[in-house]
Protein backbone atom coordinates (compact mmCIF):
# COMPACT_ATOMS: atom_id res chain seq x y z
CA UNK A 1 0.00 0.00 0.00
CA UNK A 2 1.35 3.34 -0.91
CA UNK A 3 1.93 6.48 1.49
CA UNK A 4 -0.80 9.15 1.91
CA UNK A 5 0.05 12.67 0.48
CA UNK A 6 -0.90 14.44 3.74
CA UNK A 7 1.61 12.16 6.12
CA UNK A 8 5.01 12.93 5.86
CA UNK A 9 7.45 10.66 7.18
CA UNK A 10 10.36 11.62 9.50
CA UNK A 11 14.37 10.15 9.28
CA UNK A 12 13.59 8.36 12.54
CA UNK A 13 10.33 6.40 11.51
CA UNK A 14 12.33 4.93 8.19
CA UNK A 15 13.55 1.85 8.20
CA UNK A 16 17.18 1.61 8.70
CA UNK A 17 19.04 -1.51 7.39
CA UNK A 18 20.55 -3.37 10.65
CA UNK A 19 24.27 -4.16 10.31
CA UNK A 20 25.55 -7.68 11.22
CA UNK A 21 27.75 -7.48 14.25
CA UNK A 22 31.67 -8.72 13.04
CA UNK A 23 33.17 -11.50 14.96
CA UNK A 24 33.94 -11.96 18.21
CA UNK A 25 37.74 -11.73 18.70
CA UNK A 26 38.76 -14.29 20.58
CA UNK A 27 40.37 -13.43 24.17
CA UNK A 28 43.83 -14.28 25.37
CA UNK A 29 45.56 -12.77 29.00
CA UNK A 30 47.69 -10.30 28.40
CA UNK A 31 48.89 -9.17 32.50
CA UNK A 32 50.78 -10.99 34.17
CA UNK A 33 49.22 -13.39 36.81
CA UNK A 34 45.78 -13.81 35.19
CA UNK A 35 44.20 -16.62 36.36
CA UNK A 36 43.12 -18.65 32.91
CA UNK A 37 42.25 -22.52 34.85
CA UNK A 38 41.54 -23.47 37.95
CA UNK A 39 45.61 -25.11 38.39
CA UNK A 40 46.86 -21.29 38.15
CA UNK A 41 44.93 -20.83 41.17
CA UNK A 42 46.91 -20.23 44.16
CA UNK A 43 46.31 -22.09 47.29
CA UNK A 44 47.67 -22.57 51.01
CA UNK A 45 50.27 -20.32 52.47
CA UNK A 46 48.65 -17.01 52.83
CA UNK A 47 46.03 -17.45 50.30
CA UNK A 48 44.56 -19.95 53.07
CA UNK A 49 42.11 -23.17 51.21
CA UNK A 50 39.09 -21.42 50.03
CA UNK A 51 36.26 -23.76 49.59
CA UNK A 52 32.17 -23.46 49.39
CA UNK A 53 30.04 -22.49 51.75
CA UNK A 54 32.40 -23.00 55.18
CA UNK A 55 29.88 -21.55 57.06
CA UNK A 56 27.79 -24.45 57.10
CA UNK A 57 31.01 -26.10 58.86
CA UNK A 58 30.43 -23.03 61.96
CA UNK A 59 26.48 -23.93 62.17
CA UNK A 60 27.28 -27.86 62.57
CA UNK A 61 30.00 -27.17 64.88
CA UNK A 62 27.61 -24.75 66.99
CA UNK A 63 25.17 -28.16 66.94
CA UNK A 64 27.01 -30.64 68.13
CA UNK A 65 27.22 -30.94 71.38
CA UNK A 66 31.12 -31.78 73.31
CA UNK A 67 32.48 -29.65 75.88
CA UNK A 68 33.86 -25.81 75.13
CA UNK A 69 35.24 -25.39 78.33
CA UNK A 70 36.42 -22.08 79.21
CA UNK A 71 36.75 -20.27 75.75
CA UNK A 72 34.00 -21.43 73.65
CA UNK A 73 34.26 -18.74 71.16
CA UNK A 74 38.03 -19.23 70.55
CA UNK A 75 37.44 -23.32 69.94
CA UNK A 76 34.47 -22.66 67.41
CA UNK A 77 36.91 -20.94 65.63
CA UNK A 78 39.81 -23.42 66.02
CA UNK A 79 37.18 -26.32 65.10
CA UNK A 80 35.66 -23.98 62.15
CA UNK A 81 39.55 -23.84 60.73
CA UNK A 82 39.79 -27.07 60.69
CA UNK A 83 36.37 -28.55 59.15
CA UNK A 84 37.19 -25.90 56.47
CA UNK A 85 40.47 -27.05 55.85
CA UNK A 86 39.63 -30.68 55.80
CA UNK A 87 36.33 -30.31 53.25
CA UNK A 88 38.65 -27.25 51.15
CA UNK A 89 41.08 -30.53 50.09
CA UNK A 90 38.07 -32.65 49.04
CA UNK A 91 37.24 -29.42 46.99
CA UNK A 92 33.61 -29.64 48.94
CA UNK A 93 31.32 -28.12 51.28
CA UNK A 94 31.78 -29.51 55.16
CA UNK A 95 30.19 -32.56 56.02
CA UNK A 96 29.53 -33.92 59.51
CA UNK A 97 31.98 -36.02 58.87
CA UNK A 98 34.50 -33.08 58.81
CA UNK A 99 33.21 -32.21 62.08
CA UNK A 100 33.93 -35.45 63.76
CA UNK A 101 37.71 -35.01 62.47
CA UNK A 102 38.32 -32.13 64.00
CA UNK A 103 37.06 -32.76 67.35
CA UNK A 104 38.98 -36.57 67.46
CA UNK A 105 42.40 -33.61 66.40
CA UNK A 106 41.46 -31.98 68.90
CA UNK A 107 40.78 -34.61 71.84
CA UNK A 108 36.85 -33.96 72.10
CA UNK A 109 35.13 -36.55 70.10
CA UNK A 110 33.15 -38.96 72.45
CA UNK A 111 35.18 -42.24 71.38
CA UNK A 112 38.32 -41.05 73.45
CA UNK A 113 38.50 -42.43 76.99
CA UNK A 114 37.86 -39.76 79.36
CA UNK A 115 40.67 -40.57 81.73
CA UNK A 116 43.35 -41.59 79.33
CA UNK A 117 46.74 -40.11 78.13
CA UNK A 118 46.02 -39.47 74.14
CA UNK A 119 42.76 -37.68 75.45
CA UNK A 120 44.99 -35.30 78.00
CA UNK A 121 47.38 -34.94 75.24
CA UNK A 122 45.61 -33.99 72.76
CA UNK A 123 44.02 -31.69 75.26
CA UNK A 124 47.58 -29.81 75.89
CA UNK A 125 47.66 -29.41 72.43
CA UNK A 126 44.79 -27.94 72.07
CA UNK A 127 45.11 -25.29 74.92
CA UNK A 128 48.40 -24.50 72.87
CA UNK A 129 46.49 -24.05 69.34
CA UNK A 130 43.76 -21.65 71.65
CA UNK A 131 46.33 -19.68 72.72
CA UNK A 132 47.76 -18.93 69.39
CA UNK A 133 44.75 -18.19 67.96
CA UNK A 134 45.35 -14.63 69.04
CA UNK A 135 48.68 -14.49 67.31
CA UNK A 136 47.95 -16.25 63.87
CA UNK A 137 47.30 -14.15 61.02
CA UNK A 138 44.37 -16.16 60.34
CA UNK A 139 42.58 -18.54 62.96
CA UNK A 140 44.21 -21.81 63.51
CA UNK A 141 46.67 -21.52 60.75
CA UNK A 142 49.42 -22.74 63.63
CA UNK A 143 46.80 -26.09 64.25
CA UNK A 144 47.05 -26.68 60.48
CA UNK A 145 50.54 -26.31 60.04
CA UNK A 146 51.13 -28.86 62.83
CA UNK A 147 48.71 -31.60 61.18
CA UNK A 148 50.03 -34.10 58.60
CA UNK A 149 47.59 -33.61 55.19
CA UNK A 150 47.25 -37.42 54.71
CA UNK A 151 45.88 -37.26 58.70
CA UNK A 152 43.61 -34.11 57.78
CA UNK A 153 42.22 -36.68 54.49
CA UNK A 154 41.30 -39.49 56.77
CA UNK A 155 38.32 -40.88 57.65
CA UNK A 156 37.15 -39.86 61.29
CA UNK A 157 37.69 -43.78 62.71
CA UNK A 158 41.25 -43.87 60.86
CA UNK A 159 42.11 -40.04 62.40
CA UNK A 160 41.26 -41.56 65.98
CA UNK A 161 43.34 -44.93 65.68
CA UNK A 162 46.28 -43.21 64.14
CA UNK A 163 45.99 -40.70 67.18
CA UNK A 164 46.07 -43.40 69.73
CA UNK A 165 48.76 -45.45 67.63
CA UNK A 166 51.44 -42.89 67.27
CA UNK A 167 51.33 -40.24 69.70
CA UNK A 168 53.71 -37.79 68.69
CA UNK A 169 51.80 -37.37 65.31
CA UNK A 170 50.70 -33.61 66.28
CA UNK A 171 54.36 -32.59 67.87
Known amino acids: MGQ ?9 DRPIEELDRGAERRWTPRRPGEITSPADMPSGGSFGRPG ?6 LRMIRAASFDRGRRPAGLESLLSALVGARAS ?15 SLVGLHEDYDASGEPRRRLGRL ?25 LLEEKPARVRARLLAEPALLG
Open 126 to 150: RERWLDSLAHDPWPGRSALAAIPVD
Open 89 to 103: RARRGPTREDVEVAL
Open 4 to 12: QPNIEILAA
Open 52 to 57: PDTGWG
